[in-house]
Every structure is written in structure tokens, then in C-alpha cells.
């Protein structure tokens, strides 16, 4: 089974700060991770995704980069932060032979 | 790549009425498609999914079935409760391993 940890929960960032946010997973070596981010009452929109460590693929140019120095950890960070980075950021899992994805509890970003 | 398209947006229906949402998929390559539920403030659960090798499948009050001839796939939701209401995602995808593509979304609403 995977178990996937997301922290924090909440945080609210001054413009122009830094941002780290960092996932982790339980369960089988060698997983798909996957950061997406999501605007108020809006859909999925993928960030990043990583097949293994230091493998970093990223779908739209922005304000953030992310990391894979572990296996099984995967960290979003931004040297400074906009206002447009506010949304809800989630941290997914997949496993090459089940493809089901299992999402993080999310962290909810709000810049100020 | 693949496009999925999500109807409708928003969907109002009353306490035991049914409910039904609908996905459209452009790859025919495609041949796995999960169905999340998103509470608020919470991440993305899956509550059920099919593979291409199957027309329907049924889980207590949800089901859902696939057209790959049309390219479409929909989620249906009988006898209606208020805790049904959330957001739902349709998603697809091609190949184990594959990341998935998300539909925008929709908020279903299940009034008392």
C-alpha cells in the first residue's frame, strides 16, 4: 500500500519569501512523484513530476522548482514568492505496475 | 498528449436522485481511467476505476462505464446523499506507469 506525507498543512508566506514544502511516501522503492497545484475552485495543474532521484520534469514555467534527493522524498521550493503562487499544493504517488495514483493531504499556500 | 474533457462544471440534484458525470478522452491509446473525490480542503480520493478490458463496473451506489468506440467514460452515483457532495475528477491515462490527465472537475451538490 502507499502512504504518502505532506507537510505543512496551512501556511501562509510573505511576497517575496522562501518556499519549501516537502513530501515523502512509504511503501515500494522507485515511485512516480508528482507536485500539483490547485487554484480555488479550480482543476489539477501539474507542476512536476520525477520517475527517480534527481530526475526532475517540469510541465509549465513558473516561479518554483522541485527537488528529488531521496527516493522517496520529493520538496517544491520558490526563492521568492508571488502572490500568484496562493493555492493548494498536492503531492501525488504512483507505482509503475498499478498506476494508481494516491494524492497527500495538501498544503494550502497563501501569499500576503 | 491526451485531452480530457469533464461535464458538467457544476451539478445540483436533490437527496436521492441520481447523479451523472461525463468524460470524453482524445487518445485511444488510453486504457485506464480512475474517478476521485475531493472533499474540501482535502486531497483527491479514488473511489473507483475501470480499464479499458471492461464496459462497467459498479461499487454499491457508484458506477461507471466506458465507451472506448466513442472515446467517452461517465460516473454514475444513485440515490444521492448529502456526503456525496465534493468535487469529482475523471482522469486517464496510457500504459502502467503513465502519469494521468485530469478533466477540470465537477462540484457536485447534493441538496437535503
Known amino acids: 500500500s502507499q502512504t504518502i506525507h505532506q507537510w505543512p498543512a496551512t501556511l501562509v508566506q510573505p511576497v517575496g519569501s522562501p518556499l519549501s514544502l516537502e513530501c515523502t511516501v512509504e511503501?515500494?522503492?522507485?515511485?512516480?512523484l508528482y507536485w500539483y497545484r490547485q487554484a480555488a475552485g479550480r482543476g489539477l495543474q501539474l507542476l512536476f513530476y520525477?520517475?527517480?532521484?534527481?530526475?526532475i520534469s517540469s510541465e509549465v514555467p513558473q516561479n518554483l522548482s522541485a527537488s528529488r534527493p531521496q527516493d522517496r522524498q520529493f520538496i517544491l521550493s520558490s526563492k521568492k514568492l508571488l502572490l500568484s503562487d496562493s493555492g493548494f499544493y498536492l503531492c501525488?504517488?504512483?507505482?509503475?505496475?498499478?498506476?494508481?495514483?494516491?494524492f497527500g493531504s495538501g498544503t494550502r499556500l497563501t501569499v500576503v | 498528449g491526451e485531452n480530457v474533457e469533464q461535464h458538467p462544471s457544476t451539478l445540483s440534484v436533490q437527496e436521492g436522485d441520481s447523479a451523472v458525470i461525463k468524460c470524453t478522452y482524445s487518445d485511444s491509446a488510453s486504457n485506464y481511467f480512475p474517478w476521485y473525490k475531493q472533499e474540501l480542503g482535502k486531497g483527491p480520493q479514488l473511489i473507483i476505476d475501470?480499464?479499458?478490458?471492461?464496459g462497467e463496473k459498479k461499487d454499491q451506489r457508484i458506477a461507471v462505464t466506458l465507451n472506448k468506440t466513442a472515446k467517452h467514460f461517465s460516473l454514475h452515483i444513485t440515490e444521492t446523499q448529502p456526503e456525496d457532495s465534493a468535487v469529482y475528477f475523471c482522469a486517464a491515462s496510457i500504459n502502467a506507469g503513465n502519469m494521468l490527465t485530469f478533466g477540470g472537475g465537477t462540484r457536485l451538490m447534493v441538496k437535503p
Open positions: 501525488a504517488v504512483t507505482y509503475r505496475v498499478l498506476q494508481r495514483y494516491t
Open positions: 511503501g515500494t522503492s522507485n515511485p512516480n
Open positions: 475501470i480499464r479499458s478490458n471492461v
Open positions: 520525477s520517475v527517480g532521484i534527481g530526475q
